[in-house]
């Protein structure tokens, strides 16, 4: 018995409990040795199912397969992303937009609602002035103007195509003075102007593609920097291909 315990005993005290964390521990011996903790990556493979590398292990190669699939989606994101098709895509159809600049406007026309069934479509032209305060005159106005000022802001249709309706434009109509005319001249507010002219096949719809025309005629003017000179009659061709219409080359 150690001289320590002996005199606890004489003295009838118990010996002072060891520290927390700090066992007892025999004279003589060595501490002892802390736990071994796995680190990280031995745990990582030791949770994992056997014959698998473990998700979170950086020399674990990753799968094939799925490389292979998100190489074959950069190329066609690519491909988006620069306004391409993908391969085996289906083709847009006939165009159905037109546009051409003359004298200060320029003109973009395009097909809408278009229903073989009916042989029916509308046919929609904006006109755009390219200077700022520049104005059209209105759809109603006489072929001469009045008093010879003005040129009205037409659409027609010739050949295997018809008008089904009159021509309407978007945009209000204001009358305005010009020095030297007894009647006010009709307007729209300066800027872009849109009509439509809803319109009727009367080609025989065999696919061999009957053709139409739209003579497209406008001026524009400013109250400041005068007037351009007037379009007449511009022919855009149409085609008419069982009985859809669609534009080729203006």
């Given at each position: 018995?150690?001289?320590?315990?002996?005199?606890?005993?004489?003295?009838?005290?118990?010996?002072?409990?060891?520290?927390?964390?700090?066992?007892?521990?025999?004279?003589?011996?060595?501490?002892?040795?802390?736990?071994i903790r796995p680190e990280p990556l031995l745990a990582a493979h030791a949770a994992a199912p056997r014959n698998e590398k473990?998700?979170?292990?950086?020399?674990?190669?990753?799968?094939?397969?799925?490389?292979?699939?998100?190489?074959?989606?950069?190329?066609?994101?690519?491909?988006?992303?620069?306004?391409?098709?993908?391969?085996?895509?289906?083709?847009?159809?006939?165009?159905?937009?037109?546009?051409?600049?003359?004298?200060?406007?320029?003109?973009?026309?395009?097909?809408?609602?278009?229903?073989?069934?009916?042989?029916t479509g509308t046919l929609t032209a904006v006109f755009a002035p390219e200077a700022a305060g520049f104005h059209l005159y209105s759809t109603a106005l006489p072929p001469t103007g009045?008093?010879?000022?003005?040129?009205?802001?037409?659409?027609?249709?010739?050949?295997?195509?018809?008008?089904?309706?009159?021509?309407?434009?978007?945009?209000?109509?204001?009358?305005?003075?010009?020095?030297?005319?007894?009647?006010?001249?009709?307007?729209?507010?300066?800027?872009?102007?849109?009509?439509?002219?809803?319109?009727?096949?009367?080609?025989?719809?065999?696919?061999?593609?009957?053709?139409?025309?739209?003579?497209?005629?406008?001026?524009?003017?400013?109250?400041?920097?005068?007037?351009?000179?007037?379009?007449?009659?511009?022919?855009?061709?149409?085609?008419?291909?069982?009985?859809?219409?669609?534009?080729?080359?203006?």
């Amino acid at each position: 018995m150690s001289s320590r315990l002996l005199r606890s005993v004489r003295s009838g005290r118990r010996p002072a409990p060891s520290r927390p964390g700090h066992p007892r521990r025999l004279p003589g011996c060595p501490p002892p040795s802390p736990p071994i903790r796995p680190e990280p990556l031995l745990a990582a493979h030791a949770a994992a199912p056997r014959n698998e590398k473990a998700p979170d292990d950086p020399l674990s190669p990753q799968p094939r397969r799925p490389l292979r699939a998100a190489g074959a989606l950069v190329p066609l994101a690519l491909l988006v992303a620069c306004g391409g098709k993908p391969a085996g895509a289906a083709a847009d159809g006939p165009p159905t937009t037109a546009r051409f600049s003359e004298n200060g406007v320029t003109v973009a026309l395009s097909v809408s609602d278009r229903q073989p069934s009916k042989r029916t479509g509308t046919l929609t032209a904006v006109f755009a002035p390219e200077a700022a305060g520049f104005h059209l005159y209105s759809t109603a106005l006489p072929p001469t103007g009045i008093e010879d000022v003005g040129r009205p802001t037409a659409v027609a249709v010739t050949g295997t195509l018809a008008a089904d309706g009159p021509l309407t434009a978007a945009q209000p109509v204001r009358p305005i003075r010009v020095p030297g005319v007894g009647s006010p001249v009709p307007v729209y507010p300066d800027g872009p102007v849109t009509t439509t002219l809803p319109v009727r096949a009367s080609g025989s719809g065999d696919g061999s593609g009957d053709g139409a025309t739209v003579p497209i005629g406008y001026a524009s003017c400013s109250t400041r920097d005068g007037c351009t000179i007037p379009v007449s009659d511009h022919p855009v061709r149409l085609r008419v291909t069982d009985w859809v219409p669609a534009f080729g080359t203006p």
